[in-house]
Every structure is written in structure tokens, then in C-alpha cells.
């Protein structure tokens, strides 16, 4: 998932235009004012609220703005820098709006900021902080409501509406205080009938987003594990701790990036999620794979925490299903098959199929407490660590140390 920031990078921009717009300015009016006619910075308005760019429904206009009008802007913003010229005669006016020099510089000032400013034209402040790509990479995939049957070679009807709501509801209540303590206001927006195949999450201002849609609900291969999977590594992006998405200016610094949602789901969310549930109940309807069921009992001694384990994996199998139906890949993804790669540099994209999935048993077989948070800063914090644990820490296929 790649980030693009609204704005946190467009106030950047324009800060940085403004720093040069107003020192060109500047260097332009000691060239032409009248001796001794400078006024100090105490003493005139802030450029900025001279040269702001005009705004319509949040987009920047400045770059559209014609070079004339933008000079006119330049003459008054000059004007300001030297001092009221009313009070000149037309000679002294003429010295300092005229001149071809003048307009050279002004022209050279005003470009660089347009130019920058052109930058953030198509950010607009409502994306504020938004993940452009969801928790699957963009795709054409449409399941409106009502949908039975088949769909790109799988069959079934994913979940039912009041089962996105109980993922949902659960979540709400184990996040909506943790995100409040961090000074945010979870906001889950229950888009069930919206066809869209995917999941995405957003931070605008205080507000701690995420857009949960019925399309990937409905997909054929989401079971409730899966969804809560999905929910979890929304979340995850808020407070999935290191590694973050790196990004111009720091943009979106703020997001856990894709293999660490991943993890995030999987180690801390489902466990918390599914803790209260019967889940050996649940397990003799829907048994787990059984590789996968193999090494959750060798690596966890309490019944219960086995079985949680188990559960979890469930939630692994059903997404790597969606993975591979969307990326129409002919060999299955499978846990005991793990991808060997390994990155030199963290990957913040989606890592492959097969590497999503090991990350999610991985964060399954991790032995650290549910209650030992994660950091911002140090991955190795709350979570297991290659070198230092045998199993359960971040695979290399995405991430390096």
C-alpha cells in the first residue's frame, strides 16, 4: 500500500514556496525601492497573506492562475515590501512597477512558487492522510448485495451483513478506548453495500478511519475469520507500531506499513478478538490446515492458547484465498511452503501471497503477550524477534532488520 499524504505535504509545499516567493520578493524590492524606503518585517503584512493561493472545494488554483495576474499580485506584494507608493509622484511609481528588470525577477520568484505549488495541486485537503491502495491492491472486483453463486472460480456468498456488523461491533470495543487514549476518534464506516473488493484506512485530523466494504465481505473466499483479519490489519495501520510506510517529507509517517498490519492482525487484533469466543467448537466445524494446527500445538503449552492459534490461521487461509483469486494465481498458497526470499531493504508494499501468508502465522505462533504493546520506534518491542526467537518473528520475504 502505497501512502500519499493531503495535508501534511501540501502545508510543506507551501510553506517552502512561500519562504522563496517571499525572499525573492524581498531581494526584488531592495533592487527597486526608493532609497531608504524598505520597510522592516515589523512593519508590513506576512506575504503569505499577500500571495495566498486562491482555493476552490480544496484545490490548490495557483498554478492555473495566468502569469499576468500572478505579476499583479507580485506589483501589490512589492508595494507592501516598500512602503506606500501613493504618496510618490508618477516618476518614483514608475521606478518601482515597471521595469522590465522588476518584472524579470518577479516572473523568476512567482514561477518557483507556482511550480511548487503545482506539486500538491491534485491532493486535495479531504485526503488528508489517506492510504491510496486498500488492504488489496486496486482492482476492478464489484459483489454487490444479493450476490449467490460463483465468482472468478469460487463459490459461496462470503458473510452475511449481521456478521460484518458483529466484526465490527467487536472491534469497535476493544480499539475505540486505546485510540482515544492516543488522542483519536476511531470512526469504522460500515460500507456493506458498497461492492467495492477491498478495505482501506484514513487519518483526518482526529479522526482515526476505516473503510470497511461489503464488496469484500461478499468475496467467496472471506469467511468471519477473514474479515476479522481484515479489520485488524486496517487497524493495524494506526497502531501496528514499527516498521512505518516511508514517505516524501515524511508523509503518512503516521501508517504501520503493509507486512507489519500484517503482522500486527495476527499477533495482537485476532487474539483479542476471538479470546472469549468457543473456539473449539468452532474448530470442529472448520478445522484448520493441518500443517498449520501442527505448529500451534508444538509451540504453545495452554490448551487455549492452541486453539487460539488454530483459529487464527483460519483467518490466514481465507485471505491468501482472496489474494490469489485477485491476482489469478494458478498455485495455491500454502503453509507449509514458506517464501525463502529475502529483502535487503523493508518492502512497504504488499509483500506476495505466499509472503502475506507466512506473516500471518507467523504473528500466530509469536509467544509474546497479547498485553505487551508494540512501538512506533523499535520493532523489536512486543513482538519476536529473528536471532532471539526460533519462530513467529517478522518474515524476511518483506522485512529487514
Known amino acids: 500500500m502505497r501512502c500519499q499524504s493531503g495535508t501534511f505535504l501540501l502545508a510543506k509545499l507551501r510553506i517552502l514556496a512561500m519562504i522563496l516567493g517571499e525572499a525573492s520578493a524581498e531581494g526584488s524590492a531592495k533592487a527597486r525601492c526608493p532609497s531608504g524606503q524598505l520597510r522592516s518585517r515589523a512593519e508590513r503584512a506576512p506575504l503569505g497573506t499577500l500571495f495566498q493561493a486562491r482555493r476552490s472545494s480544496g484545490i490548490e488554483l495557483l ?84 450476490f449467490k453463486g460463483s465468482f472468478r472460480g469460487l463459490s459461496g456468498s462470503g458473510i452475511t451483513e449481521p456478521e460484518f456488523n458483529d466484526v465490527l461491533n467487536r472491534l469497535d470495543k476493544i480499539y475505540a478506548p486505546i485510540v482515544r487514549k492516543e488522542g483519536g476518534n476511531l470512526q469504522i464506516k460500515r460500507l456493506w453495500s458498497d461492492a467495492t473488493v477491498n478495505a482501506s484506512a484514513q487519518q483526518i485530523g482526529t479522526s482515526w478511519v476505516l473503510n470497511m466494504y461489503g464488496g469484500l465481505a461478499r468475496h467467496p473466499a472471506t469467511n468471519v475469520e477473514g474479515f476479522a483479519l481484515v479489520a485488524c490489519h486496517e487497524m493495524g495501520h494506526h497502531i501496528g507500531g514499527a ?149 513467529g518473528f517478522r518474515p524476511r520475504c518483506w522485512f529487514a532488520p
Open 63 to 146: 498554478p492555473s492562475v495566468p502569469l499576468m495576474a500572478i505579476e499583479t499580485t507580485a506589483n501589490r506584494g512589492i508595494a507592501a515590501l516598500c512602503g506606500n507608493t501613493a504618496d510618490r509622484g508618477p516618476k518614483e511609481r514608475g521606478k518601482t512597477m515597471s521595469s522590465r528588470t522588476f518584472r524579470a525577477l518577479t516572473r523568476r520568484a512567482f514561477t518557483t512558487t507556482a511550480l511548487l505549488a503545482s506539486l500538491s495541486v491534485s491532493l486535495s485537503p479531504a485526503q488528508a492522510h489517506t492510504l491510496c491502495e486498500g488492504f488489496l491492491p486496486e482492482n476492478d472486483m464489484r459483489i454487490p448485495v444479493g
Open 243 to 391: 516498521p512505518k510506510i516511508a514517505g516524501w517529507f515524511g508523509a503518512n509517517g503516521w501508517a504501520t506499513n503493509e507486512g507489519g498490519s500484517d503482522y500486527f492482525a495476527t499477533l495482537k487484533c485476532l487474539r483479542l478478538m476471538f479470546a472469549t469466543d468457543d473456539n473449539e467448537a468452532i474448530l470442529n466445524q472448520r478445522p484448520p490446515d493441518a500443517y498449520a494446527a501442527q505448529l500451534c500445538d508444538k509451540q504453545f503449552a495452554r490448551p487455549e492458547d492452541r486453539l487460539l492459534c488454530k483459529r487464527i490461521s483460519l483467518g490466514g487461509s481465507s485471505v491468501a484465498g482472496l489474494f490469489q483469486a485477485l491476482r489469478k494465481e494458478t498455485t495455491p498458497p500454502r503453509f507449509d511452503t514458506p517464501d525463502t526470499s529475502r529483502v535487503r531493504k523493508t518492502n512497504d508494499n504488499h509483500p506476495a501471497t505466499q509472503c502475506r501468508l507466512d506473516t500471518y502465522l507467523a504473528g500466530a505462533l509469536c509467544p509474546v503477550d497479547v498485553s505487551v504493546g508494540l512501538s512506533n520506534s523499535d520493532y523489536r518491542q512486543g513482538s519476536c524477534v529473528e536471532g532471539a526467537d526460533a519462530i
